[in-house]
C-alpha cells in the first residue's frame, strides 16, 4: 500500500492580469502550501473510492480529477491502469484549496513510485498540465510564483511554519463563474521581496467578484483581519476558503476560538505553512 499527501494549496497573492483568447486568464500568483490536505491511497485490487469528511461531496461522481489523472498516467505512460486508488478527502470541495487538483497531483507523484518515474520526469508534468492549471504547482507542492495560466513556475523560499487559520463559510463557488466577474482591470504584478513582504503587499483580484457571488466572504475576511496578531487576511484562489497568517500558535488559537464560537457552522483548520 502506497500513500502519498495532497497538501492544500494557498493562493497568498492572486494578481489577474489578462484575458486570453483560449478562455483562461493570464495570472501572477504566489503559491503556497500547507501541512494539512487530502491522502490518495493506492492498494490492492481494482476501482476508486472515496472516505474522510468532505467524502459525501464527490460520492456517485465517476469522472473525478483522480481517475482522470490514472488514466491520463496510464496513456501516457503506456502501463495498465492497475490498483486501487482510495481518496481521503478532508478538505471542502470547490472551495479555492486546490483540493481536486492537489489529488490529481498526489495521484500522479504516487504511480510515478510505483513505475520508478522521476518526478522532474517532462511526461510528468504534461499530465499535470493537462489536468487543471494548479496541477503543475500541486505536483511539487513547494512555494512558487506561478504566471501564465499558474503552470509556469518560478520557486522562492517560503516561510515554513508559520502559522495558518483556513476558514470557509460552507459555500462552494465556481472557478469559471469568479474569473468571469473579474473587471478586466490589470492593477499589476507581484512585488519583489521575501514571500510575507510580497504577500502583503499584494492582493487576491477574485476577491470582488467572489463576494458578489457569496458576500459571507466578506464577513470571513473582515473577522479574521480584526484577529489580534493577523499577519495578513486575505481569500485562496477563486473562494470561498479564506486564510489567516498568524504572528504566533497562540494567536492562531485564540483566533480560532473566536471564528467558532461567532459561527460554529464554519469549517476551520489551523495549520502551518510548508
Ligand atoms: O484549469 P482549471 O480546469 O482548473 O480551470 C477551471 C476554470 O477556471 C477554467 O475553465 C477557467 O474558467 C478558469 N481559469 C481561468 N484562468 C486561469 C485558471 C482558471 O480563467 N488561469
Known amino acids: ?127 499535470a498540465d493537462a489536468l487543471g492549471s494548479d496541477v503543475p504547482a500541486c505536483l511539487y507542492s513547494r512555494t512558487a510564483i506561478g504566471r501564465g495560466r499558474g503552470e509556469q513556475l518560478q520557486w522562492i523560499d517560503g516561510a515554513p511554519g508559520t502559522p495558518v487559520l483556513l476558514v470557509n463559510p460552507g459555500v462552494a463557488v465556481s472557478t469559471a463563474q469568479v474569473f468571469g466577474g473579474w473587471d478586466g482591470l490589470d492593477r499589476g504584478g507581484l512585488d519583489d521581496g521575501d514571500l510575507l513582504a510580497v504577500a502583503k503587499a499584494g492582493r487576491n483580484d477574485l476577491e470582488p467578484p467572489a463576494l458578489s457571488v457569496a458576500p459571507v466572504i466578506g464577513e470571513v475576511l473582515d473577522l479574521l483581519a480584526t484577529q489580534r496578531g493577523a499577519a495578513l487576511a486575505r481569500m485562496s484562489g477563486s473562494g470561498a476558503t479564506c486564510f489567516g497568517l498568524f504572528d504566533s500558535v497562540a494567536a492562531r488559537g485564540v483566533a480560532l476560538e473566536a471564528v467558532s464560537a461567532a459561527h460554529p457552522d464554519w469549517w476551520c483548520l489551523e495549520t502551518v505553512l510548508l
Not at 483522480?66 to 478538505?91: M, N, Q
Open 1 to 127: 500500500m502506497l500513500t502519498e499527501p495532497a497538501p492544500a494549496k494557498l493562493n497568498l497573492a492572486l494578481h489577474v492580469r489578462r484575458r486570453r483568447d483560449d478562455g483562461y486568464h493570464e495570472l501572477e500568483t504566489l503559491f503556497a502550501f500547507v501541512a494539512d490536505g487530502d491522502t490518495v491511497t493506492l492498494g490492492e485490487g481494482e476501482g476508486f473510492a472515496v472516505d474522510g469528511p468532505f467524502a459525501g461531496a464527490l460520492t456517485g461522481e465517476s469522472d473525478n480529477l483522480v481517475t482522470r489523472a490514472a488514466a491520463r498516467f496510464a496513456a501516457a505512460f503506456g502501463v495498465e491502469p492497475a490498483g486501487r486508488i482510495t481518496l481521503t478527502k478532508r478538505l471542502p470541495v470547490a472551495s479555492g484549496l486546490g483540493g481536486g487538483s492537489a489529488d490529481a497531483a498526489a495521484t500522479l507523484r504516487l504511480l510515478a513510485r510505483r513505475e520508478d518515474i522521476a518526478l522532474d520526469d517532462p511526461r510528468l508534468f504534461a499530465c
